[in-house]
Every structure is written in C-alpha cells, then in structure tokens.
C-alpha cells in the first residue's frame, strides 16, 4: 500500500514537470525533443543553424545543427541535418522554384528510416527529370527523432490543463449566468420603478390608432388627462413601432 502511494506521489510530481518543467522543450518545428538535465552525460544538445536558400531541384530547404560541446556527450556527431519544405518559409512566394525539374517518389509513400544520432530520413528516389536539370538520385528528407516518453508526459500534462482549462471555463460560464441574471433583475426592478411613478404622477385616455407607416415606423398617441406638465408623462403618451 505504500509503494503505491508513494508511486501515485511520484506521478503526480512527473505531470507537474511535464506542464511546467522547462526540460521538456518543442523548439518550433514539427517534433518534440527532450532535454535531459546538463549532468547527464548521454545526451546529444545542439545550436542551430540558419536555414539555406531553397533548392530549386529537391524543394527542400537545409539547416546545420552544430554539437554543444560543453552539455553533450564526448561520442556525439559534430553537425546533424535538419531539412524542411520550401514552403513553410512564409517569406518565398508562390512559384518562386520550377516545378517540375525533378520528380521523386512521394513521401508518403516512404517509411522513415530508424533513429540515428537524433535524427530520422526519408530517402525519395529520383523517378523522372528535365533533361541536364543535374537532379540528385536522392531526396533525403531529415528531421529530429521523436521522444515518445516526452511526448507521453506531456500529453499527460496536455489532459491535466485540459481538465483544469474545463473547470475554469466552468466557473467564468456560471459567473457569466449570474451576471446576466443580476442584470435582468435590475432592469425588472427598474421598469417596475418606472411604471409605478409614471400611475402615481400620470392618467391618460385611450390610445388612438396607428398612423400609416412612414420610413417603416408607425405611431399613436393618448391624451394626457394628469400630469400633462411632466416629461414623463408626455413621453409615456406617444408610442412608436417599426412596420
């Protein structure tokens, strides 16, 4: 019974990290990596680098990582290479390439190859060409190796917020009810308020009929029999509709 309570405790402790621990990073791209603390020494860190012009033969845009030599491993790859397609980077417009240069086998069809040294590849094989367009035999599509067990804890954390994003949606929408509610019953009171001084300080006689409408609004009148001299009364003896 107490190995699992402390179990539970330490679960709890995981879910808190994973929501707010900045060890657990998405640097902007597609994948997720996990940062192990700077004692590790098993872990492969880098500093990236500037994103090239587009390849106007593979569509592929390329960045070179380079190792952090103080908080990585002594055995990890200097450079690792990252790739992306040209039209993610929102400052190209359309069109800018030729299409057509080269045509490879299509992604999707592809399994991406095992995790090496933090990164996975597709290799596109080359199936037809311009003549002289000097095309790769290969398109090699790269990109950093997903970390199932930071993507687990962080889903994790994800459904914690979630649940606590739900209460407090909860909480505003009750609130918002209660305040829509005061405010009804403040005009309530206030209409009543109104018709009370207006039988206290005003009589009239009987409404007229609807005059024809004009702009699309039509009126009648009553006369007033007491309290002619007042604004509220002479407002309460005419009305206006839309047609």
Do not use: H
């Not at 009804?184 to 009589?203: L, P, T, V, Y």
């Amino acid at each position: 019974m107490l190995v699992r309570l402390v179990s539970g405790l330490a679960l709890i402790n995981c879910l808190a990290l994973a929501a707010g621990n900045p060890l657990l990073q998405d640097d902007g791209d597609e994948e997720l990596t996990f940062i192990r603390d700077k004692r590790s020494s098993d872990v492969c860190k880098y500093s990236k680098g500037d994103w090239s012009t587009c390849n106007p033969l593979t569509k592929l845009e390329t960045r070179q990582d380079r190792v952090r030599a103080g908080s990585s491993a002594a055995d990890c790859p200097q450079t690792r290479t990252i790739t992306r397609n040209c039209n993610k980077d929102k400052s190209l417009k359309p069109n800018s390439f030729k299409k057509g240069l080269c045509v490879y086998a299509k992604a999707r069809d592809v399994d991406w190859s095992d995790c090496q040294n933090g990164v996975r590849q597709k290799l596109l094989k080359l199936l037809s060409s311009k003549p002289d367009a000097g095309c790769p035999n290969v398109k090699v599509i790269s990109k950093k190796c997903k970390n199932k067990k930071a993507k687990k804890f962080l889903m994790m954390g994800s459904a914690r917020l979630s649940n606590d994003d739900k209460s407090d949606k909860n909480v505003k929408k009750e609130k918002k009810r209660e305040r829509k509610e005061k405010k009804a019953e403040k005009q309530k009171r206030k209409q009543e308020k109104k018709e009370n001084k207006i039988s206290e300080k005003c009589d009239f006689g009987n409404w007229s009929e609807f005059s024809a409408c004009t702009n699309n609004k039509k009126s009648r009148s009553r006369q007033i029999t007491r309290g002619g001299d007042l604004k509220i009364c002479r407002k309460e003896a005419t009305q206006i509709q839309q047609c």
